[in-house]
Nanobody, 130 residues
Framework: VQLVESGGGAVQAGESLTISCAAS????????IAWYRHNPGTECDLVGT???????EFVDSGNARLSISQNSAKSTVFLRLDNLEPEDTAKYYC??????????????????????????WGQGTQVTVS
């Protein structure tokens, strides 16, 4: 399976952005999905997850600026970020388990080296907020 993120870019504070993670070679049907963010000198930090039953959780449970969704074909997962703040600047990665031979994990780690092989990962997309 290959995951490809897109939709990042440079935006102004207060704007919204939807970034995508497209799967090829498999679909997200039955997969558990996570979005991570990364800045240089740090590990990948978990942003949120969507389980295979559709349940969505965010690390910052009080953050109403984020949402995760999928298209009906289960081929693309989206992370929408509303009312962006400069602190949202990061490279965003999607990761998936229960897909293409990657087993389930009990819980996505809140911090991890990006693209660790417990999951399928994309290459990331940069979001810069000024």
């Amino acid at each position: 399976v290959q995951l490809v993120e897109s939709g990042g870019g440079a935006v102004q504070a207060g704007e919204s952005l939807t970034i995508s993670c497209a799967a090829s070679g498999a679909t997200f049907e039955g997969a558990d999905i996570a979005w991570y963010r990364h800045n240089p000198g740090t590990e990948c930090d978990l942003v949120g997850t969507q389980s295979r039953d559709g349940r969505t959780e965010f690390v910052d449970s009080g953050n109403a600026r984020l949402s995760i969704s999928q298209n009906s074909a289960k081929s693309t997962v989206f992370l929408r970020l509303d009312n962006l703040e400069p602190e949202d600047t990061a490279k965003y990665y999607c990761a998936a388990t229960r897909i293409a031979g990657f087993p389930a994990v009990s819980r996505f780690p809140r911090e991890t080296v990006c693209q660790t092989n417990f999951a399928a990962w994309g290459q990331g997309t940069q979001v810069t907020v000024s």
